[in-house]
């Protein structure tokens, strides 16, 4: 089973709103990601956790604010957004490589669409 | 620096020919390399990837990749293609070797389009 799912799927939302994505996986992965998608263009990597600590921020502003409450959940905290958020928001999960000749294949959730008006 | 080129924004071919998608990659050490597709309005879903051995490495739907580390290049082929192949590609890499959490590259995507 390589299965991520996210919630909701659509999201509208106004600037001063306050709302929150969730993903989550049950593969015992230990390593979590969230990504922003513009449209026709590649993932662009925002948060990584590993063993439910961030250990990356890609200076993303802090109107986005990630949680990991534990292993299977990563949640993405959203507070006074601006229009050019509006995107397809990606979670991925993989399992840390822990010897040289594993990889840790990043498998992904369906996304959610977040419009902000 | 890690990085991936994929040189074409398009790739048109007609249903039952053989396809390729290009991809090529520029990193220090030994690169582990991914091909993801994504459906209009989807995830990202992953295809295959390359880890070392064999040059050829098959994957989901049919699809299998080549590894050529003189020409840096990672390209996807199928033989027959589908009108279901229809969607956007991404080829990604990383640098091999232990992380806790990785951080890989993507490609710029080729968007492939299959005519009945």
């Known amino acids: 089973d390589t299965e991520v799912t996210q919630t909701p799927k659509h999201l509208v939302m106004g600037m001063t709103n306050k709302k929150s994505l969730k993903c989550e996986q049950h593969m015992g992965h230990r390593a979590m990601y969230w990504y922003k998608q513009k449209a026709k263009k590649p993932p662009e990597l925002m948060f990584v956790?590993?063993?439910?600590?961030?250990?990356i921020n890609e200076s993303v502003p802090s109107r986005f604010s990630p949680e990991c409450p534990n292993s299977s959940l990563l949640n993405l905290h959203l507070h006074a957004l601006q229009p050019e958020d509006s995107a397809l928001y990606l979670c991925?999960?993989?399992?840390?490589?822990?010897?040289?000749?594993?990889?840790?294949?990043?498998?992904f959730g369906p996304g959610t669409r977040l419009t902000v008006l | 620096a890690q990085s991936v080129a994929q040189p074409e924004d398009q790739v048109n071919v007609a249903e039952g020919n053989p396809l390729t998608v290009k991809c090529t990659y520029s990193v220090s050490g030994n690169p582990y390399l991914f091909w993801y597709v994504q459906y209009p309005n989807r995830g990202l879903q992953f295809l295959l990837k390359y880890i070392t051995g064999d040059n050829l490495v098959k994957g989901s739907y049919g699809f299998e990749a080549e590894f050529n580390k003189s020409q840096t290049s990672f390209h996807l082929k199928k033989p027959s293609a589908l009108v279901s192949d229809s969607a956007l590609y991404f080829c990604a890499v990383r640098r091999s070797g232990y992380s806790s959490a990785s951080k890989i590259i993507f490609g710029s995507g080729t968007r492939l389009s299959i005519r009945p």
């Open positions: 991925a999960s993989s399992h840390p490589s822990r010897a040289q000749g594993d990889t840790d294949t990043q498998y």
């Open positions: 956790y590993s063993y439910e600590k961030l250990s």
